[in-house]
């Protein structure tokens, strides 16, 4: 992989993590306006599968699929939809920006799969990176006032974490996959995951519509930010720097989160936010330079071996 293409996969890392931080912002607002998030979910879907048709047919892409492409379209589908409503439905639960934070526990898991099923390498780096990574995640993760984590909550986004984990894994690894264009991809995993909100909705399921027209600009803003742009930047982030990086830079959306509300909202920033946010910086920057401290570390072990102080 040449210099380019790794910078231009970084960079799609860092905007998706920033686009899908937005999600709270958009689908609360709607939660407090009697939306559930099937209904949030299956408009924030449908709305993105026409702008994924106009971008493909403006390229002269085509719209059909190859037999052995159906099926893992379809897995990933079904993951993208469940990764999203589980996420989504913790919003009920506890505190979005907390539950956006723990979410992040989902490079973790990225790297354990790469390693224990597809032998991807195991750098110092990498371990290094999820610990410092870790760390920040928990400074970030504070839930406000009083508020107090909720078990079925949390539970919510670990399983948002496991799906969506399993998503980018197979994105990488499926060979079915890696030859569908980036855009055809996502427009199939939307068309899959929208039938699973479909059919959630025909077995009893409310259909909630916005209350008022700005919910409207809401649920499109939802379909293009966290949605279009953020997973379209994953998905090519992935097929340039692989798996685990694109998770682990992943972890920059609760930092944009925490700079977003401060230049936005006004909200107060605090100590620990900073430390947070730069230790997050650090293990970003620790993938992104993986290269050059698995080469440090590498030479600092020769220089000091084991047994040679006996």
């Known amino acids: ?11 799609l890392a860092a905007l998706a993590a920033a686009a899908y931080g937005t999600n709270p912002a958009f689908a609360v607002p709607l939660y407090e306006h009697g939306m559930n998030a099937v209904s949030v979910l299956l408009f924030r879907y449908l709305l993105g599968i026409p702008i994924l048709a106009i971008i493909m047919a403006v390229r002269g892409k085509s719209f059909a699929l190859k037999k052995e492409e159906i099926v893992p379209t379809m897995i990933l589908g079904v993951l993208m939809a469940l990764s999203s409503l589980t996420l989504f439905e913790s919003y009920n639960y506890m505190n979005s920006g907390v539950a956006s934070t723990l979410l992040f526990v989902y490079p973790v898991m990225v790297a354990v799969m790469m390693i224990m099923f597809f032998h991807e390498k195991f750098s110092i780096s990498t371990v290094i990176c999820l610990v410092v990574m870790g760390a920040g995640l928990m400074l970030l993760m504070k839930p406000q006032g009083d508020a107090t984590l909720s078990f079925f909550g949390c539970l919510l986004v670990m399983l948002s974490a496991l799906t969506y984990a399993l998503y980018i894994v197979m994105v990488n690894v499926s060979n079915s996959v890696k030859n569908i264009p980036t855009t055809k991809l996502l ?12 059919g959630m909705i025909s ?4 259909l909630t519509m916005p209350s008022e027209n700005w919910g409207w600009l809401n649920l499109l ?27 682990i830079l992943g972890a920059l959306e609760p930092v944009s989160a925490v700079v977003l509300s401060v230049w936005v909202l006004g909200q107060p920033i605090t100590v620990q936010d900073i430390i947070g946010g730069l230790l997050i910086v650090v293990a970003t920057t620790i993938v992104i330079c993986s290269g050059l401290v698995d080469k440090v570390i590498l030479r600092m072990r020769k220089m000091f071996p084991k047994g040679r102080h006996k």
């Open 1 to 11: 992989m040449n210099y380019a293409s790794k910078i231009k996969g970084y960079s």
């Open 187 to 198: 427009f199939y995993v939307l068309a899959w995951g929208s039938l699973v909100y479909i």
């Open 203 to 206: 077995c009893g399921s409310e």
């Open 221 to 247: 803003a939802l379909a293009v930010i966290p949605t279009v742009i953020s997973l379209g930047c994953t998905t090519r982030a992935i097929q340039l720097i692989g798996s685990t990086p694109t998770a």
